[in-house]
Nanobody, 124 residues
Framework: QVQLVESGGGLVQAGGSLRLSCAHSGRTFGNYAMGWFRQAPGKEREFVAGIQWSGGSARYAESVKGRFTISGDNAKNTAYLQMNNLKPEDTAVYYC?????????????????WGQGTQVTVSS
């Protein structure tokens, strides 16, 4: 069993920054990908960013390119999402997810393990 626990959400003004963390524990597997998704009220969950854990190759949604950065710390088994220049439209519940594959997928159905989510609210 794999557990994912997000933290770091909160309320921030437009233009501000937040860093989300996703600590993963439990079963370890050799090659996998971590992803961040978000879901705003009344909208479908959408891909934000993902990283190939072993190689570090990252992928981003167009809406966050240049503002968000995903990274991972092997020693701490933790993935991060650094969010800069936040906009009100970034307001959502953010989820981290993991899949047993080296490929970073943008479809949430391809991720097997999920965290509980953390709320990010950006005020204008």
């Amino acid at each position: 069993q794999v557990q994912l626990v997000e933290s770091g959400g909160g309320l921030v003004q437009a233009g501000g920054s937040l860093r989300l963390s996703c600590a993963h524990s439990g079963r370890t597997f050799g090659n996998y990908a971590m992803g961040w998704f978000r879901q705003a009220p009344g909208k479908e969950r959408e891909f934000v960013a993902g990283i190939q854990w072993s190689g570090g190759s990252a992928r981003y949604a167009e809406s966050v390119k240049g503002r968000f950065t995903i990274s991972g710390d092997n020693a701490k088994n933790t993935a991060y999402l650094q969010m800069n220049n936040l906009k009100p439209e970034d307001t959502a519940v953010y989820y981290c997810a993991a899949r047993i594959s080296a490929i970073v997928a943008t479809t949430d159905g391809l991720y097997r393990y999920w965290g509980q989510g953390t709320q990010v609210t950006v005020s204008s």
